[in-house]
């Protein structure tokens, strides 16, 4: 139940020492609370002055008050500090997120990020506050408890001794079982969030290809996998907790018989033996609350190891190799046989790519799917960092890599489906330029190609877009992406990774006249499998399971009758 990095979280262990002072004072108030409230018993079984029964009555009173004053004091001790520690991951993780790219997202899933980022930390905040405060209640409480019955009858405590290791080995058993169980079931939940975020991403092209309703069925049958892994997991939770709860009561029982044996041949007087009985239940309350909340906090250990998994992941090294770099005209980018392997796959993604670009020209990138373009994309990006360092250079200055802060500067990355905030579309404009004004904005937009959709909006670009607002099309969002494009005049470096993929070919054709303009005077690399943008290119890299297999200008290739040939051939069909 326990990750041991917990305790390295920022306060966590002065908190644990905090809250352990005040369980060790709750666990005082608890014997006091049961030896007074059997004294009062006692006297009152043996007619005794009233006095003598009201007297330790309000101190049973005081100490019963004073017990549960300090569990709500716990709680409230510790919440601030779990809400500002859980605060803080979500940044860091949004942050080390950012930081590692692309590539950390596409490795772990955009679903599995979403839901760690969100519903996750939620889970960890519970995972902290019940595991705290559990631990350090199942430490302190019962030893103590054990130590007072020890003081009033060595016998029973030798039983109540013996019987709690057999209920923890008991606990531990159906606990490692109900681990097992929640292991699947959070793979199972990570597996649904991947599955339906994509599909959710992809349903208009789904919608045009008539498989939306096959990819329903799909989303279905994940789901319905999760729901069995769920009630299996409920299964254990409530089979074992039935178990511990019969296990404990059946050891009070025991105890009190007992004591009843003991009182009726004279072996112990009443009121050590009642409060014996009193105290048994409080001496396995603590083990049956760690259990009853041991499958309540799984689902936030399992959350918390994905968080800080990812928080120790280990980030790119010499970010800042090339400084105070600006993109022209003279510029030059050289990749010098660059191999790339993805993390955990034995097989290079590519393999020996060479090649030298140089000023404005529009790079166009092809190859059949799975050849290796969005990968060769994102190593011009940073988001990937070859096999070997010094393969990449720019104007002669060898770098580690491409994730360098002054390259990222210079350009603008445009994916398939380029990400719209839940903001104004102003501001989804000006995602890079903070600063620009309405009229920039709006000239930006216009060039893109959204006046005639501003036109539409009830509050023109001050309206809501995004997630929870306004939805927009495929379309839409890549004239967004244009118009940020458009809007950031000092970006000389345009990437573009198969923009026009998802989107119709009235679309697509519609959105071109708006794209080629903003091709001027830039650096373009432009992953497609689209051949009339491929007449647009001024070079051609080919792509060919992880290779570059042929590079040139469109007129050279087509002479050659190789690989490209055999591409546009398959394009003009696709086309047909």
Known sequence: MIDQRLFDLPGMKKNAAVIGIMIFIQALAIIIQGRYLSVAIVNLWNIQALSTILVPTVIFGIAFAARHLFTMGENRFLYPSVEKITGDMRKNLMAKIFRLGPAEVEKRGTGNVVTMALEGIDQVQTYLMLVIIKMMDMSITPWLILLYIAYLNIWQVLFLFI?????????????????????????????????????????????????????????????????????????IALTSTFALDFFTTLSI???????????????????????????????????????????????????????????????????KVLKDFTWDQNSDLKFDNLDFTHRGSKKKSLTGVSFDVSGFKKIGIIGESGSGKTTLINLIAGFLSPDDPNKV??????????????????????????????????????????????????????????????????????????????????????????????????????????????????TEVALKKDILPVFNNHLVFFATHRLHWINEMDYVLVMDHGRLVEQGTPEELSKENGVYTALRQKMEEADL
Request: glycine share 6%.
């Open 163 to 235: 019987i709690y290791p057999v209920i923890i080995l008991f606990m531990i058993i159906l606990g490692l079982a109900a681990q097992a169980k929640a292991d699947r079931q959070y793979e199972g939940y990570t597996r649904l969030s991947n599955h339906f975020v994509d599909t959710l991403r992809g349903l208009p092209t789904l919608k045009q290809l008539g498989l939306s309703k096959q990819y329903a069925n799909n989303v279905y049958e994940v789901s319905e996998s999760y729901r069995k892994e769920t009630m299996s997991t409920l299964v």
């Open 393 to 506: 250079s720019i104007n002669g200055q060898v770098l580690p890599h491409l994730d360098q802060q002054s390259w990222q500067k210079n350009f603008l990355y445009i994916p398939q489906a380029p990400y719209i905030f839940h903001d104004t579309l102003a501001n989804n404009i000006s995602f890079y330029v903070q600063k620009a004004t309405k009229e920039e904005v709006q000239t930006a937009a216009n060039r893109a190609g959204l006046t005639d959709f501003i036109a539409t909006l009830p509050d023109g670009l001050d309206t809501m877009i995004g997630e929870g607002a306004r939805e927009v099309s495929g379309g839409q969002a890549q004239r967004i992406a244009l118009a940020r494009a458009f809007l950031d005049t000092s970006r000389k470096v345009l990437i573009f990774d198969e923009p026009t993929a998802h989107l119709d070919i009235e």
């Open 253 to 319: 029982a025991v105890v009190a018989v007992l004591l009843g044996f003991d009182l009726m041949y004279g072996k112990v007087p009443l009121l050590p033996a009642l409060t014996i009985l009193v105290l048994a239940p409080d001496y396995f309350l603590p083990i049956r609350n760690f259990a009853n909340d041991y499958h309540a906090t799984l689902n936030g250990k399992n959350a918390l190891t994905a968080v800080l998994d990812v928080l120790k992941e280990p980030e790119v090294k010499d970010r």
